[in-house]
């Protein structure tokens, strides 16, 4: 039986309990779990005005509080953190050193400035502060405030970064959230919220934070808690399959936010290739684009269209490049990128069919090291949307066309070099669905945290945006009444509050 | 049999003919003979086909393997499942058939360098080419996304996949026998295509000349047209590019969008060959013993179509109904048992395990044991590491195996199954069969680990791409 216990949080309160196994087929990832099911009846929040207690918090003491909890997720004191990389480290596709980076960072996502660029850039503060006059005409006034709402946050276990910044948001945005966490990564937005009870037990943003572990798609618990009159907004993370589940739950009056599952790739123009130093630089920029973060994660590229030429030159220019961004992968430092057991098992069967494919391919590496498959023609791989564990498809191009018109609303980043191709291309590789266009080389090792993200803004998703209007006597609602006498103007309050 | 009873020697020398012993004298053959007799076979195989299929001379001296010793000798010689299928799509995308042509041609003994199929606009009539120019009747599959894998078996094989078939029907000592007649006097009922590609429709073409000496009226089929490969293919492309929003780009010929609509035309016959279907078993073979070929979300159409109609328990209950290949993925009602043996008559469903790959499955003995005939040398590898394990006790591990019948091609094959073997040493089957058995619980790897729940921000079209080709499956 696993020793790993994942805790069902509601608002504050630790349920401890073993009721439920859940996990891979492998005993190493399984952990155990109270019955959610057991707990329907307190897990949403009974009445949306139960919100008000957020508002009597000001941004700044937000800010302050979100700094100490930053603090208090330091790694190396901090045993709810602790245990749950004892498990992510089973569960997840990346190596330990990898995983203790990303704990060991996960404080900074709390960090003021972090918290103060989210929420001045993709809300505006004094929105969430307040009742923001947006215009005046002549005597009507409208002012606009941003306010939380009940939400429910389907999360991805891929990198524990996400259980912290989407804590971090919720936060911000003064709303109640029920994370439901993924099988992958049970314990890390647990840990988060055990953090802030030994933090502040009492403390509003502490009492509207729950986690819980349930079977996505179990109709059980989901039937009951997707109502409109137990929940407002839910957001999902990747997992067509989960997504799946939750479209037939929305009705009027939940707001479904999906942050889809997407793919990312590469456009590299002709200057690269240039002179043999270019190239080098290229190679290892490109390698961290394809291995930081064992290419789990959605932003890392895996189709890398080469503006080579497809002529005999060209072709060889690709495969000269393919060996240089192979051993560049190889050179990543461990707590970035590391080789795995196995590559994953479908990928790795497809792997095996390559080398029958004839001369259409042309391979470096291809174990649990990753592999660089040079296409010996204009065409990727079919099997494309498989790549993982540092396998990258190099695809040599005459014309930038090409992976232009390959572009789908799939395709989240894309890393581009030379910088002078950005604003030639740019636009048009957003028409085609690109989400986010990126130097080649940061693409996974920064990442603007208060940047839109896939196509939209979650945060402002996030909030309930509510309109007031205020009309004074000098404008007629339609048409003056006959013989109607102005009513006195009654004593104004200010209504910017 | 036309043929005589082979004698031990004949069979060390003649492979494909352990095929012909019965199934009761198959499983009789103690086990060291057993092991003896799939050494000297590998070696054969190896010694005639090394020099003539240009794939397993290339896997041989990449794995510097100059002959096979022993039989783990032949395990680094097992060419992946993908394997059949890692030609690059554009050759179909684009009608590239002569380049599709070179690429079979390293698979199999048959020379097809002299075959010009540049003029082919078609899979179908690539097919048919080969099939009017050429001993090569390749089977395909259904293909994920719209790629099929291609196998090139031989007319050689395809006979042997008769006898393969016969075996299925031979009574085991006192179990009772699958059919209550003999398999000649039973018609074979596939409810599906009648024609196409795949192994079963061309198992069909065979049965019917060699089972049925040319007697086309004991095949029957729910569709007497033909299963299109193009359709399968188009119909999967189409799919996922409709769901990438992409539809705009992809690369299909007019000519075959032309086709497309025929294909769609014929479908629309569908429900006009159904009612001449069920009216032709129910007044030919009511209260008969038959033999049906199909999955179980098949049967269950059939059925509830048979009921939507009034027709009620067409078939004798000593039928014999081929119930392989699972759900396919479909969650069918959950009276769907009651359903299918209401309107078959009651007969079992028997369930079995194969491949393509290989010419004949193997049916589940009444302890619900899977046992391989040894003309199919089953290997058993660590899913991770590719090393073999010991051949002996049980183990899980992924499996392989070698058809000692082919003669043509190289059929040593890497599924991504995980499978339980027992390899007949320590605990035989209370069956009595002697040999290695599978058990049941076969899974594939490439299923989701921890299955949907597993959440990550990658992915996407490929989920698509799993549903589609279940769509395409569906079409029969």
């Known amino acids: ?497 | 049999m036309d043929k005589p009873f082979a004698s031990q020697s004949d069979l060390h020398a003649a492979p494909e003919r352990i095929i012909e012993l019965s199934t009761a004298e198959m499983y009789a053959i103690p086990l060291a003979e057993q092991a003896a007799l799939q050494l000297a076979g590998a070696r054969r195989r190896f010694e005639e086909l090394v020099e003539r299929i240009p794939v397993l001379k290339r896997l041989a001296e990449e794995q510097s393997i100059a002959g096979i010793r022993t039989i783990e000798d032949m395990g680094p010689l097992l060419v992946p499942h993908s394997a059949m299928k890692s030609y690059p799509m554009s050759y179909l995308e684009k009608s590239q058939f002569d380049r599709l042509t070179a690429w079979l041609n390293g698979f199999t003994t048959h020379d097809l360098s002299g075959l010009d199929a540049k003029n082919c606009d078609s899979i179908d009539e690539w097919l048919d080419l080969l099939d009017a120019k050429t001993d090569v009747r390749v089977l395909h599959s259904t293909g994920t996304s719209g790629k099929l894998s291609f196998l090139p078996r031989g007319t050689t094989e395809m006979k042997i996949m008769v006898t393969g078939w016969r075996r299925m029907f031979d009574r085991y000592r006192d179990e009772p026998p699958r059919m209550g007649v003999a398999v000649e006097d039973a018609p074979t009922i596939f409810v599906q295509y009648r024609r196409g590609g795949m192994a079963q429709h061309r198992l069909l073409d065979y049965l019917q000349e060699y089972l049925y000496g040319g007697d086309a009226t004991k095949i029957v089929t729910t569709n007497p047209s033909r299963f299109s490969a193009d359709a399968a293919s188009i119909g999967g492309r189409l799919r996922v590019a409709q769901a990438k929003g992409e539809l705009g780009k992809l690369r299909i010929s007019p000519k075959l969008m032309e086709r497309r609509e025929a294909f769609l035309k014929e479908q629309e016959k569908s429900a006009g060959y159904m009612d001449a279907f069920l009216h032709d078993v129910n007044t030919r073979f009511r209260g008969k013993p038959v033999s049906i070929l199909a999955h179980v979300p098949m049967l269950f159409n059939v059925a509830t179509e048979g009921l939507k109609r009034g027709i009620e328990n067409v078939f004798a209950r000593e039928s014999f109904i081929m119930a392989g290949g699972g759900m396919k993925g479909l969650t069918l009602a959950h009276d769907w048992r009651q359903t299918v043996d209401r309107f078959f008559g009651g007969a079992p469903l028997s369930d079995g395990y194969g491949m393509t790959e290989m010419v004949a499955s193997t049916r589940a003995c009444p302890q619900g044991r899977y046992h391989l005939p040894p003309w199919e040398i089953p290997f058993l590898l660590d899913p991770a590491t590719g090393e073999q394990y010991p051949r002996t006790g049980t183990q899980t591990g992924r499996f392989g195996a070698f058809d000692l019948n082919a003669q043509t091609y190289w059929a040593g094959f890497l599924t991504g199954d995980e499978v339980t073997l027992s390899w007949g040493d320590d605990a035989p089957c209370s069956c009595g069969r002697i040999g290695p058995y599978v058990h049941r619980g076969i899974r594939r790897y490439s299923e989701t680990e921890g299955g949907d729940d597993k959440i990550t921000c990658a992915g996407a079209p490929d989920a698509h791409d799993k549903a589609i080709d279940f769509i395409i499956q569906s079409i029969g």
């Open chain 1, 1 to 497: 039986m696993t020793d790993f216990k994942a805790p069902l949080i509601i608002r504050g309160e630790i349920i401890a309990g073993t009721d439920v196994e859940f996990g891979g087929r492998n005993p190493e990832t399984r952990f155990r779990t109270v019955d959610v099911g057991k707990y329907l009846d307190r897990l949403p929040l009974e009445t949306p005005s139960s919100l008000a207690d957020l508002y009597t918090v000001s941004f700044n003491e937000i800010v302050d509080y979100l700094e100490e909890l930053g603090r208090r997720l330091a790694f190396d004191k901090n045993e709810h953190l602790q245990q749950a990389l004892r498990l992510t480290v089973r569960t997840s596709g990346l190596g330990a050193a990898i995983l203790r980076a990303c704990y060991e960072n996960l404080g900074s996502v709390f960090a003021p400035e972090n918290v103060r660029a989210m929420a001045d850039i993709q809300i505006g503060i004094p929105f969430l502060e307040g009742w923001v006059n947006t215009r005046t005409d002549g005597g009507t006034k409208t002012f606009v405030r941003a306010f939380g709402a009940r939400s429910v946050h389907i999360v991805a276990g891929n990198v524990p970064t996400v259980s912290a910044l989407t804590i971090a948001r919720n936060t911000i945005t003064r709303s109640d959230m029920i994370v439901k966490t993924p099988s992958n990564d049970p314990l890390t937005a647990a840990a988060i919220a055990q953090t802030m009870i030994d933090m502040a037990p009492q403390h509003p943003i502490t009492r509207h934070l729950s986690v819980a572990y349930w079977k996505g798609g179990d109709a059980r618990v989901e039937d009951a808690l997707y109502q409109p009159r137990n929940v407002e907004k839910i957001v999902a993370w990747g997992g067509m399959a989960s997504i799946q589940h939750i479209a037939k739950y929305i009705q009027p009056g939940i707001d479904l936010i999906t942050l889809d599952p997407k793919l990312s790739s590469t456009i590299i123009g002709r200057d690269a290739f240039d002179d043999d130093a270019r190239m080098l630089e290229v190679a290892r920029r490109l390698a961290l684009d394809i291995g930081v973060y064992n290419q789990q994660a959605c932003l890392n590229a895996r189709v890398v269209y080469v503006q080579t030429g497809t002529d005999r030159a060209g072709i060889e220019a690709a495969n000269r490049f393919g060996k240089l961004v192979y051993s560049a992968i190889q050179a990543i430092p461990l707590h970035l990128s590391n080789p795995v057991r196995q590559l994953d098992p479908a990928l790795a069967e497809e792997m095996e069919g390559l080398r029958f494919a004839g001369d259409s391919y042309r391979l470096f590496g291809g174990d649990g090291r990753g592999a660089v498959i040079v296409s010996q023609t204009d065409e990727p791989v079919e099997f494309a949307p498989l790549l993982a564990n540092r396998v990258a498809n190099l695809v040599p191009i005459d014309d930038l066309e090409i992976p232009i018109r390959a572009v789908t609303a799939y395709t989240q980043t894309i890393g581009i070099y030379p910088d002078d191709l950005i604003p030639k291309i740019r636009d048009r590789l957003a028409f085609h669905g690109a989400q986010r266009l990126v130097t080649l080389g940061y693409v996974a090792t920064r990442r603007t945290i208060a940047g839109p993200q896939d196509g939209i803004e979650p945060l402002r998703r996030m909030c309930k945006w509510i309109l007031n209007e205020v009309h004074d006597s000098s404008v007629v609602p339609y048409w003056p009444w006959p013989d109607a006498t102005p009513a006195r103007e009654p004593a104004r309050s200010g209504a910017h509050a």
